[in-house]
């Protein structure tokens, strides 16, 4: 999977070399792309009705053993077309249980990750990279020297939803396995705990609500992410240039 977007990254980069001068308007041609493909997204997220939670089980019974593969594979196009993920994830507990659910929704998520970040830098990334200057480019800057820390960190602010962050992130320099190692990372805890409540939806005398300790432990890392990256940056601001 990564080496399949590390490829489409160099091939984005190699179309804008060899178009040359032509490369800007390409670059806004493409970028313009990401942003109505983003608009379309945001447009059916407002007027397809998504299925209710307890009719998902009936829908993954009669797909039988392709249900495991058809929730990772779904969940990830559900995500990458904005949706958000505490749906996708409750989807998931309900059909398969807190634990093989949560499990499921972090490989959708994975799959969701890489394909988002994909597109981003394919459609968006030399548009990014001709026009940022000053405060943005530094932002810019930011994120390519961003480890897995700073990616669970941004991924845990409240600032957009898991699909939008995606492409958000191949628009910048990031690097893809911190990107993914991170996304991953700060999907597990609410995973786990969203799929225990999915899982009450359809058995609740069956749910296991130890599953959901997990979120619990997430709260906590998160806010301790969230400090340790503030006094980081308060120091880079402070240290003499």
């Known amino acids: 999977m990564i080496p399949a977007v590390r490829r489409l990254s160099r ?26 493909l983003l608009a379309a997204f945001g447009v ?7 299925p209710e939670p307890r009719e998902l089980p009936r829908m993954a019974d009669r797909l039988g053993d392709l249900a495991p593969v058809a929730a990772v594979a779904g969940g ?54 001709d026009r940022v200057r000053g405060r943005l480019a530094r932002l810019d800057g930011w994120f390519t020297r961003q480890s897995v820390l700073g990616v669970i960190t941004v991924r845990l602010l409240p600032i957009a939803g898991f699909g939008l962050v995606s492409y958000g992130y191949g628009t910048t320099g990031a690097r893809v396995l911190p990107f993914l190692a991170g996304s991953v990372i700060a999907s597990a805890p609410t995973a786990f705990g969203y799929a225990a409540v999915g899982a009450a939806v359809t058995s609740p005398g069956d749910v296991n609500w130890f599953g959901a300790a997990p979120a619990a432990l997430g709260l906590i890392a998160s806010v301790v992410l969230i400090r340790q990256w503030w006094r980081a940056e308060r120091q880079r601001r402070r240290a003499p240039n």
Do not use: K
């Open 11 to 36: 091939q984005g980069r190699r179309v804008g070399e060899r178009l040359g001068g032509a490369g800007h308007r390409q670059s806004a041609v493409r970028f313009a792309l990401l942003l109505f």
């Open 44 to 50: 059916a997220l407002l007027v397809v009705p998504l």
């Open 76 to 129: 990830a196009l559900l995500l990458v077309a904005l949706v958000p993920r505490t749906f996708v994830t409750l989807a998931s507990g309900a059909i398969f249980g807190a634990l093989e659910g949560a499990a499921y929704a972090l490989g959708a998520a994975l799959l969701a990750a890489a394909l988002g970040f994909a597109v981003g830098r394919l459609l968006g990334r030399d548009f990014v990279a």
